[in-house]
């Protein structure tokens, strides 16, 4: 229950414990945690960092990943996030809800939300996922002075650029803006959408030196790569962003048809989390009997007297 006693929550900034998870030698390994149950298995399976996909959580919310949620929709997700799993988290701001101060401000509301790391795209609205054709990209010196200004605005929570260029403007346009916007202030890159293991090994060589984010995501235009193959090509932080809501989402799509097709849910029991396990994973009994250590009835002993 690290939200409700003090001496269980963390002492340093989120953007502090991130930071000092990414120096550690090693791939910082943040698995997509979609709300605060999933972030809660993330960690008990012993990750130490988690991402928050703007994919998963509009699809979350029945919507397209086209840059519809707002900045406070989005921190609702951070701090369910972080009440539930008190870990260091990176958060997709997609292209920053608007210009220069719209991007101070996600910046503020992310930090003040919990977040200890934010990145920010070069599309434009409407944008789209990163492994979709079809995008369009701000200029960019414009998408430099967004970096400038989440620097401005941040404390502690630490800024990562993404860069989509390498499938809109071609790889050396990709490495450019990437060097751009390392001046302009980005602690580290997410170069989106490389589609191959020497463009991966050739872009970390190119922006040597830089902390550099790659995407795992299934059903896209990069290959499967362990944590330790993005390790090995340059990467300190890898992101699963979508996978936790995909098998979720399979999951009640299988229950439905078979409670449609055989009349209750007699057919998926052996396939549910039992009530058990989803007390344990809740800490139910926990806040019980923390409940009952502070709050104890006191009755009134005869009558007042006048």
Not at 130 to 150: E, Q, R
Request: some cysteine; charged content about 20%; aromatic content about 8%.
């Amino acid at each position: 229950m690290p939200y409700l006693i003090a001496d269980d929550l963390p002492k340093e900034s989120a953007g502090k414990r991130f930071r000092d998870a990414l120096n550690r030698p090693g791939i910082y390994q943040l698995p997509g945690a979609h709300n605060g149950q999933a972030a809660i298995q993330a960690r008990a399976a012993g990750f130490d960092g988690l991402y928050l996909s703007g994919a998963a959580m509009t699809a979350s919310m029945g919507l397209p990943d086209l840059g519809i949620i707002t900045v406070d929709e989005v921190a609702f997700f951070i701090r369910q996030i972080v009440r539930a799993s008190a870990l260091p988290l990176l958060v997709d701001g997609d292209t920053g809800y608007g210009e220069a101060l719209n991007v101070m401000h996600m910046v503020r509301t992310f930090e003040d939300a919990g977040a200890g790391a934010v990145h920010l795209e070069d599309q434009i609205l409407p944008k789209k996922c990163g492994h979709l054709n079809g995008k369009n990209l701000v200029p960019a010196g414009d998408m430099a002075a967004k970096v400038a200004a989440a620097k401005k605005a941040s404390r502690d929570i630490m800024i990562v650029a993404r860069t989509d260029a390498a499938g809109v403007e071609g790889y050396d346009a990709a490495v450019a803006r990437a060097r751009l916007y390392v001046e302009a202030g980005a602690d580290a890159i997410f170069p989106e959408a490389l589609v191959t293991r020497e463009m991966f090994e050739k872009f970390a060589g190119d922006l040597a030196g830089v902390p550099l984010l790659a995407n795992m995501t299934e059903f896209g235009k990069t290959p499967f790569y362990t944590a330790a193959e993005f390790e090995a090509m340059g990467y300190k932080m890898v992101i699963w962003p979508v996978s936790s809501l995909r098998v979720a989402n399979k999951a009640q799509a299988d229950l439905y048809a078979s409670i449609k097709a055989n009349g209750g849910t007699h057919k998926m029991v052996d396939r549910m989390q039992t009530r058990q396990e989803l007390y344990d994973t809740i800490g139910l009994h926990a806040f019980e009997e923390l409940d009952a250590s502070i709050i104890k009835t006191i009755v009134p002993q005869g009558m007042p007297q006048d």
